[in-house]
């Protein structure tokens, strides 16, 4: 019986339609994607298919999310979890995309004193932990054409929701067995903490985005982009981290 269901289930992602010019174009936007072998190709393929049948999209503001966005936004949403599976991207179901930049509420509030702060905040794109993916779908093209800068904001995001499934996003996912949590916490606290120093200095000294000294977790996001787009990079300027990263990327959790 569960093989039948699992049959199934196959043949019905197998069923989904995207963009094939689309999703082999985006191989050719992103470098490093177009390094994956003609296995792992096919493989993103359906895991592809499988977000497209899985998650909703919706548009804000009269966006028209059509089948090549759709395409797009589910094979960079899957890259990450290549060899890490598609449960990793469980707990959620939609998708929001806008036309461009889109502005957050936000609201703070001190323990200590309880004085409440608020702000508006300019944003390319948001993770709820168990909520949407948000994205900009202007700020993915400008990504897509500017890939040396080392930025996708589907990437980014995808790596908060892998982050939250620990319960709390705080720039430690769920591990698999052959990485010691002891050192993932030493080594990702070690190189945040230098970058916060050299971030508060001089931003110019960042050797990588300074975004990333925000918090832990905005560190985790920013050095899955550099995993992904610009690995030297990472490896260059903390290679403790870009061990752990790879290591991470590399294999499912159990």
Known sequence: MFKFIKDWHLRKIDRVQYDQNCFRLTFDRVPNLGLLSDLERFKLRRLTQQFMLEKRFFGAQGL????????????LACWPVLHLGFERLRGWHEVIVYP???RAHRQDVEQD?????????DLAGESWDEGPLVISWEDLEADLDAPGDAQNVVVHEIAHKLDALSGISDGAPPLPRHIDPRRWEQDFREAYEQLCV?????????????YAATSPA??????????FLAPQLLHTAYPKVAALVRAFYAGAAH
């Open 64 to 75: 028209d999310v059509d089948l090549p966005k759709r395409t797009r936004i589910a094979q």
């Open 100 to 102: 461009g930049g889109f």
């Open 113 to 121: 004193t309880g004085v409440v702060h608020e702000w508006d905040e």
């Open 198 to 210: 050299l971030a508060d200095a001089d931003e110019n000294l960042a050797p990588i985005d300074p």
């Open 218 to 227: 905005e560190f985790f996001a920013v050095a899955t982009e550099y995993h």
